[in-house]
């Protein structure tokens, strides 16, 4: 949060404020992207690192509850409100693992079923010229992750396979 603050302090002015109009719109955009780097960055690793199956099952529970936590607090039309924050941004990257990996490898039909609010910031997320250079240049290095058989070759394909005593798809 220091180097966000930093960079928002710092760019003031120039661009996009990526600050929400009020205080309370603020707080939320700040705890969107505290949820993010606290609970979400520490284990979304699960979705495309060795692990363990029965750990891995309880990390994808636990990103999971941490998207249906997001659902809850996000506003609309972005995260914290009518105008893109440093929130998105922090979520935005993340999500894009998600809606390229769960579904491709986890079985997910979809990531945001049952989860309206953040559907509709995804599809908002789309739109800024940024964002989609962003999203495409992630989704770029995951598809060259597909290509080189990241998953086959760490075993995950055959673990999730092999391990239905877990579950892997979501809801």
Known sequence: MVIVQYILDKWEGVGP????????????????????????????ACMYR????ADRAILLKQLVKQMDVLEHICVGPYVAGPEITSGDSALMPTFVFMTFI????FGWRDVFAGRPRLAAWWLEMQEPRASR??????????????????WED????????DNPQYKWTYP
């Open 50 to 53: 060795k692990f363990e199956a």
């Open 133 to 150: 250079r962003v999203i495409d240049e992630v989704t770029d290095a995951l598809e060259g992750w597909a290509k080189k058989n990241r």
């Open 17 to 44: 404020s990526m600050k929400a109009p009020t205080a309370e719109l603020r707080a939320i955009a700040t705890l969107a992207a505290r949820i993010h780097d606290q609970y979400i960055t520490p284990i979304q």
């Open 102 to 105: 769960l579904p491709r490898y």
């Open 154 to 161: 760490l075993g995950i394909v055959q673990q999730l396979a």
